[in-house]
Each structure stands twice: as C-alpha cells, then as structure tokens.
Nanobody
Framework: QEQLVESGGGLVQAGDSLRLSCKFS???????MGWFRQAPGKEREFVAA????????????VYAEAVKDRSTIFRNNLKNTVYLLISNVKPEDTAVYYC?????????????????WGQGTQVTVSS
C-alpha cells in the first residue's frame, strides 16, 4: 500500500525557517513528489514539486510564486523522503501542508496530477 507520512509541522515564529519532511513508500520512488497547503477557509494550493528521472539528468523543480524566492524542495530517494524548506516564514504560510505523489515523474502544479496523498501536517506561524 502506498503511503506518505509528513512531519515537521508545528508552531513557528514569523521570520524563522521551517523544514517539512515526507517519508514515502518505495513504490513511489520513481514518481514526482509535491507539496500543497490548505489554509482555513481556502482551497488547497500548490507549493512546490520535484520530478524524477535518472540521476544524471537531474530533477525538475517547480515552485509557486508565493514561495519561490524563499523555499527549496529536494528529494533523497535513498531515504524515500522529500523535504520542503521555507525560510522567512510569514503568518500567511499558516496552513495544513500535504505531501503528494504524482501520477508519473513529471513535476506539476496541478493537484489532479497527483494521486497519493499524505494526511497533512499543521504549520502555524505566529507574528
């Protein structure tokens, strides 16, 4: 059974850095991995995604405009883990953050291109 388990959420101060981790099943290692978030009363939105292809060709990276200058997504397939780093967090970063596995190795911004989802981890940024 495919699984994704997020960790690293919690309460952080505005201006601090945040690191989220997502451990995924080995069967998902050749899929793109993405992070999405959903704030109270809002729709789920894309944050970042990392593709997959043979190592010597590099991994495609895609970021949302709201975080692209202060976030990094990377994956470690030896550990079956994908990470999301966000620096200088802001109160508007408060949300439940979800990790998702893509339907293939192409990094995408569209939730419909992801078919396995974790349960989410809450991030609250205090001002």
């Amino acid at each position: 059974q495919e699984q994704l388990v997020e960790s690293g959420g919690g309460l952080v101060q505005a201006g601090d850095s945040l690191r989220l981790s997502c451990k995924f099943s080995g069967s998902l290692s050749a899929r793109a991995m993405g992070w999405f978030r959903q704030a109270p009363g809002k729709e789920r939105e894309f944050v970042a995604a990392v593709g997959w292809r043979p190592m010597w060709r590099g991994y495609e990276l895609v970021y949302a405009e709201a975080v692209k200058d202060r976030s990094t997504i990377f994956r470690n397939n030896l550990k079956n883990t994908v990470y999301l780093l966000i620096s200088n967090v802001k109160p508007e970063d408060t949300a439940v953050y979800y990790c998702a596995a893509g339907i293939n190795g192409t990094a995408s911004r569209q939730p419909t291109d992801f078919d396995s989802w974790g349960q989410g981890t809450q991030v609250t940024v205090s001002s």
